[in-house]
């Protein structure tokens, strides 16, 4: 039997498939390249096509004995999602329908879903458990919100059993430097500096350093790709173990700060990185923070990597064998 990776040629689906690939697992991956890369699909079953498209979800069901999903395919950036909501809501929501309809079709069971900390909005919590009330603040994290509602209703009356996944800030890369983080149109912090230091970009900013944490700047909490990829494959043994429907935060459970993650990021690169702080970014909370206890417990997981100089010398490996990225 094999798992379907929906998006797999996107930066968390690609290592879900290394990852896949490295414990033996038959792996058939669905992604429209609309964002993914085919050169970051390491499988050989690859199938370019939409989840949105009924007709190429039967083709995938059809051709391959499949009888698990893990969905990545989905539109995820914050600031894109605030212009254009209605793609948030026609790819992520209406295609993760046409997903769930397939998925009945063929009597597909388990499903695991890339969830976001979005979902939580800005709250004060710290840290985030999964009973800190959910309140997105943007179409991005609103649809993931309802996606995790709406496979929960459907799991109901359709026997199909769930784990979403509530993913905080998802950094580094795979050990091998063969795949990584690459976006065409990048916004997240790690990869920012890598590229302003390869100087692929002409400045970086450090966005606001007034807020109430240690040095001003804001905390996020980092885990590796790799540990978050890790937890897919045991919520997959879980779901196969008779595991009922749940949801998690996947986060490492500590924090660093904007001024930490560069400092970690100039004893990789070993040069200074020239920044200049600007105002704050319009909906950035102080401190986000995982609980990842009920995670830790309940598929029995743990965050291997700790330190953000490991995240980003895996994360610069990756830069230094794709100087411009992908193709
Ligand atoms: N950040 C920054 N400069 C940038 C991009 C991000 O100072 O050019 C900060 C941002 O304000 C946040 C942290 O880095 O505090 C992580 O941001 P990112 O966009 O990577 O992830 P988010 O936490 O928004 O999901």
Redesign the pocket.
């Known amino acids: 039997m094999a798992v379907l990776v929906t998006g797999g040629a996107g930066y968390i689906g690609s290592h879900m498939v290394a990852e896949l690939l490295e414990n033996k697992i038959e792996t058939v991956v669905l992604d429209n390249l609309s964002t993914g890369n085919r050169e970051a699909v390491l499988c050989d079953r690859f199938y370019e096509g939409d989840i949105k498209n009924s007709s190429d979800l039967d083709k995938v069901f059809s051709e391959n004995e499949i009888d698990s999903v893990i969905h990545f395919a989905a539109s995820s950036l914050?600031g894109e999602s605030m212009s254009n909501p209605l793609k948030y809501y026609n790819n992520n929501v209406c295609g993760t329908a046409v997903l769930l309809e397939a998925m009945i079709k063929y009597d597909v069971k388990n499903l695991v879903f890339s969830s976001t900390?979005?979902v939580y909005g800005e709250t004060d919590a710290i840290p985030i458990t999964e009973e800190t009330p959910v309140n997105p603040k943007s179409p991005y994290g609103e649809t993931k919100l309802a996606i995790e509602k709406m496979i929960d209703w459907t799991a109901r009356s359709s026997g199909i059993n769930y784990i979403s996944l509530r993913y905080?800030?998802a950094?580094g890369a795979h050990k091998n430097g063969r795949i990584g983080e690459w976006r065409t149109h990048e916004?997240?912090?790690?990869p920012?500096?890598l590229q302003y230091s390869r100087g692929l970009r002409d400045g970086?900013?450090?966005?606001?350093n007034d807020y109430d944490t240690p040095d001003g700047?804001?905390?996020?909490d980092y885990i590796h790709v790799i540990d978050l990829v890790k937890a897919h494959t045991a919520a997959l043994v879980y779901l196969k173990s008779g595991g009922k429907s749940e949801i998690f935060n996947l986060g490492l459970g500590n924090g660093f700060s904007?001024l930490e993650?560069i400092r970690a990021a100039e004893k990789v690169i070993g040069q200074k990185i020239k920044y200049t702080v600007s105002e704050?970014?319009e909906g950035?909370p102080a401190v986000?923070i995982a609980s990842n206890e009920k995670a830790r417990k309940m598929l029995l997981w743990e965050c291997k990597i700790k330190d953000p100089v490991e995240i980003i010398e895996d994360a610069w490996k990756f830069y230094l064998k794709h100087p411009k990225g992908y193709n």
Not at 187 to 190: C, F, N, S, V
Not at 217 to 220: F, L, M, S
Request: include cysteine; charge should be positive; charged fraction near 20%.
């Open positions: 914050v900390a979005a905080f800030n950094c916004t997240h912090l790690i920012l500096i970086f900013k450090v966005f606001g700047t804001c905390v996020r904007v993650i704050r970014r950035d986000l």
